[in-house]
């Protein structure tokens, strides 16, 4: 499948300032989004609250992604425990909005899990048929996503990275 407009939320963290490149080299139009691009000096990267409904709606009217990355992620595990409410709108109202946004305009949607879904009990690597089991905001926000992403599209990937290290902003 060939993709002419690329969306990627959350592009000014770590992973999404990794792919970037990436996706600029292969796509003729790319649309980066962050909430925190004021810590940026990339002209690249505009601002979207992705806890906005009607800056999602914006987007897709404007731009009609047909790839829809969502990295977007309050990523500080703490800070999803100490602000449960927020993890909630960030990781799953959020992703619930860009599902349904992805079916109504027949986007492809990636959504960017993590493998805190599960409680770390298992003996040896999880794979995608292991059952989730959160047992912190963080991971649970982040399965109601995937719920979510599933209960709305029908074609869509879900990635479950874990620990990542390496360069940012």
Same mark, same amino acid.
């Given at each position: 499948?060939?993709? $002419?407009?690329? +969306? ?14 990436? +996706? /600029?080299?292969?796509?003729?139009? &790319? ?5 925190? &691009? @004021?810590?940026?000096?990339? *002209? ?5 609250? %992705?806890?906005?409904?009607?800056? /999602?709606?914006? %987007? ?7 790839? %829809? /990355?969502?990295?977007?992620? /309050?990523?500080?595990?703490? *800070?999803? @425990? $100490? ?22 305009? #027949?986007? *492809? ?8 879904? +599960?409680?770390?009990?298992? $003996?040896?690597?999880?794979? @995608? ?5 959160? &047992?912190?905001?963080?991971?649970? *926000? ?6 979510? %992403? ?16 390496? #360069?940012?902003?």
């Amino acid at each position: 499948m060939s993709f $002419d407009r690329v +969306f990627i939320t959350g592009c000014g963290g770590m992973l999404g300032n990794a792919i970037y490149p990436y +996706f /600029l080299e292969r796509y003729r139009k &790319i649309l980066a989004v962050d909430i925190q &691009i @004021e810590e940026h000096e990339e *002209t690249w990267l505009k601002y979207c609250d %992705v806890r906005e409904r009607s800056q /999602l709606e914006r %987007v897709f009217r404007d731009f009609k992604p047909q790839l %829809v /990355l969502h990295l977007a992620a /309050l990523v500080d595990v703490e *800070t999803c @425990e $100490d602000d449960p409410d927020d993890a909630v709108a960030t990781h799953a109202t959020s992703t619930k909005n860009v599902a349904e946004l992805c079916k109504e305009y #027949g986007s *492809t949607m990636v959504y960017i899990s993590t493998g805190r879904v +599960f409680d770390g009990e298992k $003996d040896g690597y999880y794979t @995608e048929d292991d059952q989730p089991n959160p &047992i912190m905001v963080y991971g649970q *926000t982040k399965y109601d996503g995937e719920m979510f %992403v599933r209960d709305i599209l029908d074609t869509h990937y879900i990635v479950r990275p874990g620990w990542m290290v390496g #360069g940012g902003p």
